[in-house]
């Protein structure tokens, strides 16, 4: 499959109309110097429409489009777990988190962490994250980014990888999260639009009439793609085993994603208030609701498409990442351009994210800490040299890092999984118990991280969600029990809930009420 001029031309209307944007919303007032605050927080003037949108403009990345859309080929509509269950933490962490992160006016998770526990806590986490973040997420992204590009241009995928950074770091770099923020809502848009289009695609090339009936064939002929809760001979039960995806390690995963992780909370620090920053995590709820029906319904569509020869069926069973690629040669050109620049826009908006989010971990928990008493202008030019150098490591390990392994996506959550249970407890543990101590914390942290290791190997066929789950409940037993064995904190590094209000809006309520109600209904659905 070839790109044709009009799409050449579309992909090249993108691109420019995205760089000037990102530069014109990254002006300041005459004789105002960026500060931290508007390069690492967007001056905490974000609305809520800009919050929703840039969250899931974040987390659709590459490893969303073309990891679930694999996983999709090769498990169904499953993996959909990982989207939907994120719109119920969404609403949790932007009921009870927030309001505790904002009333700290913390610029980063780290900063908190410093604030309850002490310098070492937060550290440790600080390096955790800056390795992970560099190390893991953005050479995922770049990764399954360039094997979807070089899939439609033949570039190679060293050759993607480049060009998919430098743009990313090209219309970022200056702004920092106030380009990143503003931009997405662009990017989403594109996205949701250009996702859509490759599923009706999908659907129409099915023998069925159009592509409503293409559903109806599909959810007839591939029963066992359309279910939510596997059975234990199923495909892919090791990875989402059965009832235990609502039951165990999943929630673990995400509240470790949405409540505590940088580059996704980092837009909710920046809002103008607490209910811009509720509403927006109401948005972007509801958003994630659309998600496995523009990534993980193609990937269904594409197990039939390859048995009758209109995929390459063997490209497809040797590595699944590649599904998303080859189905994007079924739009036409013009629209193919157009959803080119939608992948592009996943891609290039997570690469972003990512990058603002290590730089400002970096310079505020990290390097501040050494050099105090530089100038604004100064710890805003670190944080762009950070956020470069980053980019440059994750262009460096994504082949030896990611190349070998059958999904990324689910690499990815094998990673992240090892300091999951640790990060959640030290958070949740930090909030709501007053006797949690920086022992404690310790205790949580490095004993997900052993733990996780030798169930690993010690009971290897034991599915990566239960030992999450497993991990999880020891590791917090652990943490409580070494808290009340030890010192108590100081009254002033606890958390005093009664100073901070957890009541809602009426329409964050009815925003959340929809989305749980039609959450229920899917699952009854799909069961």
Excluded: C
């Excluded at 800490?369 to 040299?385: F, L, N, P, T």
């Excluded at 440059?392 to 959550?413: D, H």
């Excluded at 991280?449 to 290897?460: C, E, Q, R, Y």
Aim: net charge negative; glycine share 10%.
């Amino acid at each position: 499959m070839t790109l044709e001029t009009i799409d050449i031309i579309i992909i090249a209307a993108y691109a420019l109309a995205l760089l000037g944007i990102a530069l014109f919303v990254s002006r300041e007032p005459a004789g105002h110097e960026k500060n931290t605050e508007d390069y690492f927080l967007a001056g905490r003037a974000l609305p809520w429409w800009a919050i929703g949108a840039s969250l899931i403009a974040s987390n659709i990345s590459a490893e969303q489009i073309i990891g679930q859309s694999g996983q999709g080929f090769a498990i169904g509509i499953a993996i959909a777990a990982y989207e939907w269950q994120a719109a119920i933490v969404l609403l949790i962490v932007a009921k009870y988190f927030l309001p505790i992160f904002l009333k700290r006016q913390i610029y980063t998770m780290p900063q908190f962490l410093d604030q309850r526990y002490g310098s070492g806590v937060k550290t440790l986490m600080s390096v955790f994250w800056v390795f992970l973040y560099t190390a893991v997420n953005l050479t995922a992204v770049l990764w399954l980014g360039g094997l979807a590009v070089d899939t439609l241009t033949g570039w190679g995928v060293m050759t993607s990888m480049m060009a998919l950074a430098a743009f990313a770091v090209l219309y970022s770099l200056y702004g920092g999260l106030k380009a990143v923020a503003l931009t997405d809502i662009i990017q989403v848009v594109i996205l949701i639009i250009g996702g859509f289009a490759i599923t009706w695609f999908a659907l129409d090339a099915l023998p069925a009439d159009g592509a409503i009936g293409g559903f109806g064939y599909l959810m007839q002929e591939m029963p066992g793609h359309f279910e939510m809760i596997l059975d234990e001979g199923d495909t892919g039960y090791s990875d989402l085993p059965g009832i235990w995806t609502l039951l165990g390690g999943l929630w673990v995963l995400h509240f470790s994603y949405w409540g505590f992780n940088q580059y996704i909370i980092q837009r909710a620090l920046g809002a103008e208030n607490l209910g811009e920053a509720q509403k927006g995590l109401a948005f972007a709820a509801f958003l994630k609701l659309l998600v496995p029906f523009i990534v993980v319904i193609p990937g269904i569509a594409a197990v039939i498409l390859a048995q009758q020869g209109m995929l390459d069926q063997a490209a497809l069973a040797e590595k699944s990442d590649r599904t998303y690629g080859q189905l994007m040669g079924f739009a036409p050109a013009g629209l193919r351009g157009l959803v080119f620049a939608a992948l592009i826009a996943a891609i290039v908006s997570s690469l972003a994210s990512m990058m603002n989010s290590i730089s400002t971990i970096f310079t505020m928990d990290l390097y501040r800490s050494v050099r105090a008493d530089e100038s604004e202008k100064h710890y805003v030019m670190v944080g762009r040299i950070t956020a470069f150098v980053a980019m440059g490591l994750a262009l460096v390990l994504a082949r030896p890092f990611l190349g070998g392994f059958e999904s990324a996506f689910q690499t990815v959550q094998e990673y992240t999984g090892y300091i999951a249970p640790g990060i959640v407890i030290v958070f949740l543990l930090g909030f709501f118990d007053k006797k949690a101590n920086t022992a404690g914390a310790f205790t949580a942290l490095i004993g997900s991280v052993l733990l996780n290791i030798a169930l690993k190997f010690g009971a290897p066929d034991v599915p990566f969600i239960i030992r999450i789950w497993i991990v999880f409940v020891v590791a917090l037993v652990a943490a409580i029990a070494v808290s009340r064995m030890t010192r108590a904190p100081d009254e002033e590094r606890t958390v005093k809930l009664g100073d901070i209000s957890f009541a809602t809006t009426m329409l964050f309520n009815t925003l959340s009420m929809l989305t749980v109600a039609i959450l229920v209904g899917l699952y009854i659905v799909l069961w």
